[in-house]
């Protein structure tokens, strides 16, 4: 359970928490983000989503560009059937696939951009992870990675978990929870400038995300 061990797979139980209460917190934050990577997303792009969850991000990006062609992949097999359900729902065409961000089941050069939001902490190893990630870039790709950032402001993490689906009592004890358990156990800038410093990769930018309790790891692969 993820509840004992950050890395290990959720159970049935935590994804549809997460699903219902975190991910539209997730999704809000998301707004800024969804818009920042619009922005680095050529209209017939091949993006993947790695760790998509419920599938919000990837929809999201599915709707901005509707030419995109847009995967996601989750470990999670509850999680694919919801992201598949909601993607039927929004009559969007998204391909949603099981598998392990640290084996993907990609041929080597098949997407324009990748992408995963507060994903790479549940990786057994994240630097494996995000090799896989490069790997499947075609050359002058995109990798735009989104995290909890461990060194956040107490002002955005307090913002966003007030967006969590909880009742207001609750909201207190879902702080910590977030600051101890989840941004505790996230990657702070340090950390996101080791991984990219370990990828083959350049143009290469580490930053937090303003009014977030998130950072963004990023680089191209060269051509």
């Given at each position: 359970m993820v509840l004992a061990d950050i890395a290990a797979p959720y159970s049935s139980v935590e994804s549809f928490i997460y699903d219902r209460v975190i991910a539209p917190a997730v999704l809000a934050?998301?707004?800024?983000?969804?818009?920042?990577?619009a922005g680095q997303i050529a209209d017939d792009a091949q993006v993947l989503d790695v760790g998509c969850g419920g599938g919000h991000l990837a929809l999201d990006i599915a709707a901005r560009r509707a030419r995109a062609q847009v995967t996601g992949l989750d470990l999670s097999a509850e999680q694919v059937a919801r992201a598949a359900a909601r993607a039927q729902a929004r009559r969007l065409a998204v391909r949603f696939v099981q598998g392990s961000a640290l084996d993907l089941p990609f041929h080597s050069g098949s997407f324009d951009v990748v992408t995963s939001?507060?994903?790479i902490k549940h990786w057994p190893d994240q630097a494996q992870g995000l090799r896989e990630c490069v790997r499947v870039l075609r050359a002058g790709g995109r990798l735009v990675v989104f995290e909890a950032d461990r060194g956040c402001r107490l002002e955005d993490a307090q913002d966003f978990v007030g967006r969590w689906a909880l009742p207001r009592p609750l909201r207190l004890p879902a702080l910590a929870a977030f600051r101890t358990w989840v941004a505790g156990?996230?990657?702070?800038?340090?950390d996101a400038r080791a991984l990219v410093g370990g990828l083959s990769l350049e143009a290469t930018e580490v930053r937090r995300v303003p009014g977030t309790p998130a950072?963004?790891?990023a680089g191209s692969k060269p051509l």
């Open positions: 934050m998301g707004e800024r983000i969804a818009g920042e990577l939001v507060a994903s156990q996230a990657i702070d800038l340090d950072l963004m790891l």
